[in-house]
């Protein structure tokens, strides 16, 4: 079956950096568009970065954009995203998610805390 797991999260301070992991298996992962999401709390699940199958386009939220990095490695069923220079409002659960046929699938999500 499909799973999506995350892994990477933790404390960072502001200013610092950390790099999230989601690998995936149960499906031919490089035919697949990868998503990282996030959650804060008291606040809708958002739309982080997003990469093609190929690696070839990338698309992030403004809030992300010149900060964050999302790429992947094919060979390895791992999408990474690379946060630099985090802010304390980027404290949130991250999540990576696929989209196979109408289905969503999602991970279990990796908190990230951003505090000094």
């Known amino acids: 079956q499909v799973q999506l797991v995350e892994s990477g999260g933790g404390l960072v301070q502001p200013g610092g950096s950390l790099r999230l992991s989601c690998v995936a298996s149960?499906?031919?992962?490089?035919?697949?568009?990868m998503s990282w999401y996030r959650q804060a709390p008291g606040k809708e699940r958002e739309l982080v970065a997003g990469i093609t199958s190929a690696g070839s386009s990338t698309n992030y939220a403004d809030s992300v954009k010149g900060r964050f990095t999302v790429s992947r490695d094919n060979a390895k069923n791992t999408v990474y995203l690379q946060m630099n220079s985090p802010k304390p409002e980027d404290t949130a659960v991250y999540y990576c998610?696929?989209?196979?046929?109408?289905?969503?699938?999602w991970g279990k999500g990796t908190l990230v805390t951003v505090s000094s």
């Open positions: 998610k696929t989209r196979l046929g109408f289905m969503d699938y």
């Open positions: 149960g499906f031919t992962f490089s035919n697949a568009a």
